[in-house]
């Protein structure tokens, strides 16, 4: 199967083709012919499954045919950094269709924001609090959007998110196509299904084992004694580079700090770093100026960095979810990585399940 089935716009698949895209993701396979008849749709899927392709296209394919010079499309998304991913996703696809995409998010400059909400821009991929904020001041409007795309619902949720969610879809007019995107269905979310979708179509991609070119090992170890074995398993030579997930902001800030104190090139990306900070941190370890990169699973959600040797969970994550996202950030294209997690007794409740689930 490729890409041939797919009706899509000439200029939508010239971007299919320059992106080398040649053989659609389960999920692009099941909902492409559907959201490119305009069918609303809910997406089970995880992340690393290409659903972003999957309601990117038919975002595009609908737009290019039409009116510019206002908010045509909208996207949202829990963070600044899966909302960037999203953004240049859809730039690479979208780059015969001359239609103009731009982020709107906090921690940074709202000016040109604001522009785009005014029709600078006919996508607009944004973070759910600033899209308000803007809205509020009276700055753009929704009212012309025919397509809404909610992705990753179950982490606005845990975020938080909800009530400014059911705000935004109320500003968004009844007819336009909505496609929502969430690798849980909690009932809250699934209350947000039943009153944002119409008879829409449910795709849902099993949960995905990790490639099968991550190797994974378990470190017992005192929680006292968590930061020595960090220590020496970055001083191994084949650890080229580190991803380091920790489970809350302040202690990725103290890992990093400690870290950098001991002579490493460390970099820390979590939720209080300003955005130009959380930018810096990233472009660093993706060119090789940080050779370690310390982050929380949330501000870590859109990091897309394909030379990582490492992973090491130097806090256990709370769900099988969490875990496979992680460790999905090495083994990437065929490359072989290494997911290293350290374990203490408090821990080995979640290990067990995360085996189970992943029978490992």
Known sequence: MNFDRFPLDPRVRAGVDAAGYTTPTPIQAKALTDALAGRDVLGLAQTGTGKTAAFALPLLDRLVHGPRGHVRALVVAPTREL???????IKKLGARTNLRSATV????????????????????????GRLLDHLTSGVGSLARVEVLVLDEADHMFDMGFLPDL??????????????????????????????????????????????STIEHALYPVHADRKQDLLEHL????????????????????RLAQRLDRKGYQVAEIQGNLSQSRRQQSLEGFKSGKYDVLVATDIAARGIDVTRVS????????????AYTHRIGRTGRAER??????????????????IERTLSM
């Open 83 to 89: 909302a960037e991913q999203i953004h240049d996703e």
């Open 105 to 128: 998010y906090g921690g940074v400059s709202k000016g040109p924001q604001e522009r785009a909400l005014k029709g600078r821009a006919e996508i607009i991929v944004a973070c759910p």
């Open 336 to 353: 072989s990585g290494d997911a290293v997690t350290l374990v203490t007794t408090e821990d080995l409740r979640q290990v067990r399940a």
């Open 234 to 253: 970055l001083d191994r030579s084949e650890v080229r580079s580190a991803l380091v997930f920790t489970r809350t902001k302040q202690r990725a800030k």
């Open 166 to 211: 059911r705000r935004i879809v109320k500003a968004v007019p009844k007819e336009a196509q909505r496609l929502l995107f969430s690798a849980t269905m909690p009932k809250e979310v699934r209350h947000l299904v039943e009153d944002m979708l119409t008879d829409p179509l449910r795709v849902e991609i099993a949960h995905s084992a990790p490639a």
């Open 310 to 321: 490492h992973v090491i969970n130097f806090d256990v994550p709370d769900t099988v979810d």
